[in-house]
Structure formats: structure tokens, C-alpha cells
């Protein structure tokens, strides 16, 4: 009813003539650039004006996303063993067809996690999205969607434009006088739990979607060192040392570069500090040695104060790690292109800067202290001709190929 009134007032009642595509929309060419190499090209210049884009172009609607809308209702909130530990997040579009997830801020930039805050109902943070992007770009793994910060007029580019009666049901105006809205069942159901604009502007993340499953369909896989999701027991590997061992026979790790991948994905987890890792996806057009995506890293950047160590257990307990992976973090490790530094200077980029406070990006250079030491002791007891796969290595061309070159 909000919607039409709004757009009545406007003169908008008459249905919207067809958008044509653009073949240059910056969010067609980051998807038409999706490779077996990683989710764009190194140096791209369409992820920076796809960057630009979603943080100018202006919303034309504002939804849940899918998951939400499955669990709507369905849950019982009496339940929910930590309610304040939301998920609160939206689907905006654009025009070209652009369609980001909007994170709004639930936790300022000073605030640590605290101690007794479990992994699967800690806080989901907008500038650990942001900040997960810049620093997977500087690992040169190319796996998290692109993502920048963006202050949202919450009446204006959500309320205003949504069509969804469900969420335009959960606005109100604080007792500040600012625009507020909260999540349905199952994350919030109490108004206490809303986000609130300044007092109608709010500062969120806002990721890339990538293209739709019909066209590249994925596949969701468990992690083999997906962690307990209650408050006693624990999983295999965090009891046996020689878990790995068991992971090695079975495929597809046995062969080509998955497991690599799971330690490449536990490094980034590790400097990340994200514990809830309990599944990844792949495109399955790329096949059993597809990159991982790196989805889902609001929870990480918590502690600065801790480096939680288990994380790296793929690395410590399989050892093992692609020669690209450790020739790039021992460059960061240099003082000329130390870690800390290069992730400054790079999130200096994002609208939202400073997006992480010094002490957690010091934090980056202890912890990547930390796995270049899990290396050095997994080679002091292995070799390096064992722990080090080499994959920087180019293939040979077939001897006609090489004749033609040679000719």
C-alpha cells in the first residue's frame, strides 16, 4: 500500500517500459569475466566500476533475500540461542540488472568480539565483508565477490522501493527520530534489535552478486574441517591429529588441487579470524579443480587480540600449500610490501575508510608470522619437495605447437 501510494504521488502508476540490457553494465562484465583463474582477472577495470557503480547508482528495489524468505515464520524466536546475533541483510537492484547483498553496520569498527561469544552466533559485520575482498585481492586468489561500503538512505533506496509488504511492515521511527527496521523470525523478532539510520542514512557493504544458478550452477559442499554447531563435542579432526590422512582417500582430495584449495581457504579464514567456515561453493562448469568461493566473511575480524590457531589446521595437519600461495605471503611478510601496509593502503579506496581499526591490521602480520612458521615446520619434518606443490610452473605445448613458435 506504501509502495502505490508512493508512486501515485510520484505519477508512476503506469507499468515501467522494458530496460534493455547493456552489453558494457559493469555487472555483465564482471560475470562474463568469471574464469577457471578466480572470479575476475588480476588488474581488472571492470571490478573497479562495478565498485563504483554499486556504490552510485541509485536502488530501484529492496528485498529479502531467498534464504530469509524460506525461514520467515518457520521458526520458533524462543529458540534462537542468541537473537542480537543477526543476519539482517537485504537484496538491492539496480539498473543494468545489477543486484548486490546489502550488510547493514551492526558493530562499530572499536568493538572486539567478546571472549565467550560462540563462532555461530557472533555479530556479522559490513566492514569485515569489505575488508575480506580487499585482502583476498591482495592474496591474488581472486574468490570473493567484489564488495565496497555505501551509506543507504534507508526511506529512500529501501523502504520507498520495496514491494515486499513484509518488510516494509518492520520500519519505524525511533525514539531518536531516525528511520529503524529489523528482520522477521528467525534471526529478530523485537524492535530492540533493529539497525537505525543517522536518521535516515546507514552504513553497510554491499557484495556482488554472481550470475544466476540457472545460468552457472553451483555446488555447496561441507567442509571436511567444519567445526561442532552446539556447545559440547567436537568434530574428528579437532581430536585426531592424523585426520588428514583419512581426508586424503577420499575423493575428489585425493587428487588434483582441492585439498590445496582447502588450505588456501583455511590461510585467508586464519588472517581473516572466521571460524564459520562450514561450507564452500564451486562453479561446477570448472569441474573437481574449480577455485572455491569465498563467501560469507562477515564474521570475520572479530578479536584482533586472538589468533585462533585451529583454523589453520588443514595447513598444520595435511602440510601442504601451493607454491604461489607461500611465494605471495612471504612477500607480504617484507617490510617493503609488509601486509598491514598494503591492506591500509588499499581499503583507503572504499568509501567507508578507515574500514579496520590499526590493531587489527597489525593483527594481519602476526598471524601471517604464524602460518609461514605452521610452513617452516611442516618442511623441517617433511622436505620441501613434499610440502610444497608446485603449480606455478607452466604447462609444456604439445611439440607441434612449439615447433610453430620456434619457427
Same mark, same amino acid.
Not at 5 to 20: D, Q, W
Given at each position: 500500500?506504501?509502495?502505490?501510494?508512493?508512486?501515485?504521488?510520484?505519477?508512476?502508476?503506469?507499468?515501467?517500459?522494458?530496460?534493455?540490457?547493456?552489453?558494457?553494465?559493469?555487472?555483465?562484465?564482471?560475470?562474463?569475466?568469471?574464469?577457471?583463474?578466480?572470479?575476475?582477472?588480476?588488474?581488472?577495470?571492470?571490478?573497479?566500476?562495478?565498485?563504483?557503480?554499486?556504490?552510485?547508482? #541509485? %536502488?530501484?528495489?529492496?528485498?529479502?533475500?531467498?534464504?530469509?524468505?524460506?525461514?520467515?515464520?518457520?521458526? =520458533? @524466536?524462543?529458540?534462537?540461542? /542468541?537473537?542480537?546475533?543477526?543476519?539482517?541483510?537485504?537484496?538491492?537492484?539496480?539498473? =543494468?540488472?545489477?543486484?548486490?547483498?546489502?550488510?547493514?553496520?551492526?558493530?562499530?569498527? +572499536?568493538?572486539?568480539?567478546?571472549?565467550?561469544?560462540?563462532?555461530?552466533?557472533?555479530?556479522?559485520? $559490513?566492514?569485515?565483508?569489505?575488508?575480506?575482498?580487499?585482502?583476498?585481492?591482495?592474496?591474488?586468489?581472486?574468490?570473493?565477490?567484489? %564488495?565496497?561500503?555505501?551509506?543507504?538512505?534507508?526511506?529512500?533506496?529501501?523502504?520507498?522501493?520495496?514491494?515486499?509488504?513484509?518488510?516494509?511492515?518492520?520500519?519505524?521511527?525511533?525514539?531518536?527520530?531516525?528511520?529503524?527496521?529489523?528482520? /522477521?523470525?528467525?534471526?529478530?523478532?523485537?524492535?530492540?534489535?533493529?539497525?537505525?539510520?543517522?536518521? $535516515?542514512?546507514?552504513?553497510?557493504?554491499?557484495?556482488?552478486?554472481?550470475?544466476?544458478?540457472?545460468?552457472? #550452477?553451483?555446488?555447496?559442499?561441507?567442509?571436511?574441517?567444519?567445526?561442532?554447531?552446539?556447545? =559440547?563435542?567436537?568434530?574428528?579432526?579437532?581430536?585426531?591429529?592424523?585426520?588428514?590422512?583419512?581426508?586424503?582417500?577420499?575423493?575428489?582430495?585425493? /587428487?588434483?588441487?582441492? &585439498?590445496?584449495?582447502?588450505? =588456501?581457504?583455511?590461510?585467508?579464514?586464519?588472517?581473516?579470524?572466521?571460524?564459520?567456515?562450514? $561450507?564452500?561453493?564451486?562453479? %561446477?562448469?570448472?569441474?573437481?579443480?574449480?577455485?572455491?568461493?569465498?563467501?560469507?566473511?562477515?564474521?570475520?575480524?572479530?578479536? $584482533?587480540?586472538?589468533?585462533?590457531?585451529?583454523? &589453520?589446521?588443514?595447513?598444520?595437519? @595435511? @602440510?601442504?600449500?601451493?607454491?604461489?600461495?607461500?611465494?605471495?605471503?612471504?612477500?607480504?611478510?617484507?617490510?617493503?610490501?609488509? &601486509?598491514?601496509?598494503?591492506?591500509? +593502503? *588499499?581499503?583507503?579506496?572504499? #568509501?567507508?575508510?578507515?574500514?579496520?581499526?590499526? #590493531?587489527?591490521?597489525?593483527?594481519?602480520?602476526?598471524?601471517?608470522?604464524?602460518?609461514?612458521?605452521?610452513?617452516? /615446520?611442516?618442511?623441517? %619434518?617433511?622436505?620441501?619437495?613434499?610440502?610444497?606443490?608446485?603449480?606455478?610452473?607452466?604447462?609444456?605445448?604439445?611439440? *607441434?605447437?612449439?615447433?610453430?613458435?620456434?619457427?
Amino acid at each position: 500500500r506504501r509502495h502505490k501510494l508512493y508512486r501515485e504521488e510520484l505519477n508512476l502508476t503506469s507499468p515501467a517500459a522494458p530496460v534493455p540490457l547493456r552489453p558494457e553494465a559493469s555487472w555483465l562484465q564482471f560475470h562474463l569475466g568469471i574464469s577457471r583463474d578466480g572470479l575476475y582477472p588480476r588488474s581488472s577495470p571492470v571490478v573497479n566500476r562495478l565498485l563504483r557503480d554499486m556504490q552510485e547508482f #541509485p %536502488t530501484i528495489s529492496a528485498d529479502y533475500s531467498q534464504d530469509e524468505k524460506a525461514l520467515l515464520g518457520a521458526c =520458533d @524466536c524462543s529458540q534462537i540461542v /542468541k537473537p542480537s546475533g543477526v543476519h539482517l541483510k537485504l537484496v538491492l537492484r539496480f539498473q =543494468d540488472f545489477g543486484k548486490a547483498m546489502f550488510k547493514p553496520m551492526r558493530q562499530k569498527r +572499536e568493538e572486539e568480539t567478546p571472549e565467550d561469544f560462540f563462532y555461530f552466533v557472533d555479530f556479522q559485520r $559490513h566492514n569485515a565483508e569489505i575488508a575480506a575482498f580487499h585482502l583476498d585481492r591482495i592474496l591474488d586468489f581472486r574468490r570473493v565477490p567484489p %564488495t565496497v561500503g555505501r551509506w543507504i538512505n534507508v526511506t529512500r533506496e529501501i523502504l520507498e522501493v520495496t514491494k515486499n509488504e513484509v518488510l516494509q511492515s518492520v520500519f519505524f521511527v525511533g525514539t531518536a527520530s531516525n528511520v529503524c527496521f529489523f528482520a /522477521k523470525c528467525p534471526y529478530m523478532c523485537k524492535t530492540e534489535y533493529a539497525v537505525c539510520g543517522n536518521p $535516515h542514512l546507514l552504513e553497510g557493504s554491499l557484495s556482488a552478486f554472481l550470475p544466476s544458478l540457472n545460468l552457472a #550452477p553451483r555446488l555447496s559442499i561441507p567442509n571436511p574441517w567444519i567445526r561442532s554447531y552446539s556447545f =559440547d563435542g567436537k568434530e574428528e579432526w579437532e581430536v585426531n591429529p592424523l585426520y588428514c590422512n583419512t581426508v586424503r582417500e577420499i575423493y575428489p582430495y585425493s /587428487k588434483g588441487n582441492r &585439498l590445496l584449495n582447502i588450505v =588456501d581457504m583455511a590461510i585467508f579464514d586464519f588472517l581473516i579470524g572466521n571460524m564459520d567456515r562450514h $561450507h564452500y561453493e564451486m562453479f %561446477t562448469k570448472f569441474g573437481d579443480d574449480g577455485f572455491l568461493l569465498h563467501l560469507d566473511n562477515a564474521r570475520g575480524f572479530g578479536r $584482533h587480540s586472538h589468533d585462533e590457531t585451529s583454523i &589453520l589446521a588443514p595447513l598444520s595437519q @595435511c @602440510c601442504t600449500i601451493k607454491r604461489s600461495t607461500l611465494l605471495r605471503l612471504q612477500l607480504l611478510a617484507e617490510p617493503e610490501y609488509r &601486509l598491514s601496509d598494503v591492506m591500509r +593502503e *588499499s581499503l583507503l579506496q572504499d #568509501p567507508l575508510a578507515p574500514v579496520l581499526t590499526e #590493531p587489527h591490521l597489525l593483527a594481519l602480520d602476526r598471524r601471517l608470522q604464524l602460518i609461514l612458521e605452521a610452513v617452516r /615446520k611442516c618442511i623441517d %619434518t617433511y622436505g620441501e619437495a613434499t610440502v610444497v606443490a608446485n603449480d606455478t610452473a607452466r604447462p609444456q605445448a604439445p611439440a *607441434s605447437d612449439r615447433a610453430k613458435l620456434d619457427t
